[in-house]
């Protein structure tokens, strides 16, 4: 495996006197899509939190050779860091449009965002023929889409999408992830948090089981997905 794009090593997260995540590490290379699954409150989503700056953590975080403790959130989103948090958190009362331009904030070179602008609209046709329309008025898949599409215009290295199928019906399920698998194929490295553990095993390459606040289990994930213990646990067989 080539050095790794991500490094987390014994990551710990708190909140209060519960001891959400406790000695986690993970890694993740350029180009690769690992998967985070475990039930709910087993810690995923405080470790993309704590990866991203948004929760307060002790341990190593690297991304590319950088220390992260030493970095904003804002840093490192400049670095190349961009996470689709649960929930999306689009602006409803923007366009389509507006929403995507947000998602450059970070660069100036007009023509590059013009082009990216186009690239997502090619990516995500059913935001094309919705430009216009406030956020707010769509569908839960579409506003999903624009969440990922916004997260593309800052050209991340890295997309952190946190249970991105969550309450989608199953035509916007199959769509997001092969979108993701898109995304994969066009060199951004992926970090899946996503419950439901037989699609996040068949897009990715590796995976790391958690179960409350700890890694229990990491491997390939055409491994996993016969491993009896999880699809036990995670995919309804017995």
Same mark, same amino acid.
């Given at each position: 495996m080539s050095e790794a794009l991500l490094q987390v090593s014994n990551l710990d997260i708190h909140y209060g006197g519960i001891h959400a995540v406790r000695k986690l590490s993970l890694s993740l290379s350029a180009g690769e899509t690992v998967a985070l699954i475990g039930s709910n409150g087993a810690g995923k989503s405080s470790t993309l939190n704590a990866i991203m700056g948004w929760v307060k953590c002790q341990g190593g975080l690297t991304f590319s050779g950088?220390?992260? @403790?030493? %970095?904003? &959130?804002? @840093?490192r989103n400049t670095m190349g860091l961009?996470?689709?948090p649960e929930g999306r958190g689009i602006f409803g009362r923007m366009t389509i449009h +507006?929403? !995507?331009q947000i998602g450059a904030h970070t660069k100036t070179d007009k023509v590059q965002i013009s082009e990216d602008l186009q690239r997502m609209y090619e990516l995500f046709p059913r935001l094309a023929e919705r430009r216009s329309q406030l956020a707010g008025t769509l569908s839960g898949g579409e506003q999903q889409m624009l969440a990922m599409a916004r997260a593309l215009m800052s050209r991340p290295? /890295? !997309? !952190? /999408?946190? +249970?991105? &199928?969550?309450g989608l019906a199953p035509i916007f399920v199959d769509r997001i992830? %092969?979108?993701? @698998?898109?995304i994969a194929n066009q060199n951004t490295s992926v970090l899946l948090v996503e419950q439901n553990a037989r699609r996040a095993l068949e897009i990715s390459q590796r995976a790391y089981v958690m179960e409350t606040g700890e890694i229990t289990l990491e491997g390939a994930s055409a491994d996993l997905l016969h491993d009896d213990r999880i699809r036990q646990a995670y995919l309804g067989e017995v």
């Open positions: 950088v220390d992260l @403790q030493t %970095q904003a &959130s804002h @840093q961009t996470m689709v +507006e929403n !995507l290295r /890295l !997309l !952190l /999408l946190d +249970e991105p &199928s969550m992830f %092969q979108l993701i @698998q898109t």
